[in-house]
């Protein structure tokens, strides 16, 4: 995953699932739709898109964003 190039497309984006697919001989397109079929994270981002061949672009919520840097802030393990 890496930021997005163009922001009309979200914060970040990621092609991974179309070499993941090429690789295993599958259609992109389907395998990103059954990889956000199963994506759980509502409660950072918005609902995630499949753009073209299988490109998934990701929205992260404000208030997401904003408790993640407050627990940083408060010294809290952003892994936990």
Do not use: W
């Not at 179309?18 to 599958?26: N, Q």
């Amino acid at each position: 995953m890496r930021p997005a190039a163009d922001t009309q497309f979200g914060d970040y984006q990621s092609n991974a699932l179309m070499a993941a697919a090429k690789a295993r001989k599958l259609n992109p397109r389907q395998l990103a739709t059954d990889v956000v079929a199963q994506l759980d994270v509502a409660d950072l981002c918005e609902p995630v898109e499949i753009a073209g061949p299988g490109f998934l672009n990701f929205r992260l919520k404000p208030g997401a964003l904003a408790d993640v840097l407050a627990s940083a802030a408060r010294g809290e393990h952003l892994s936990s």
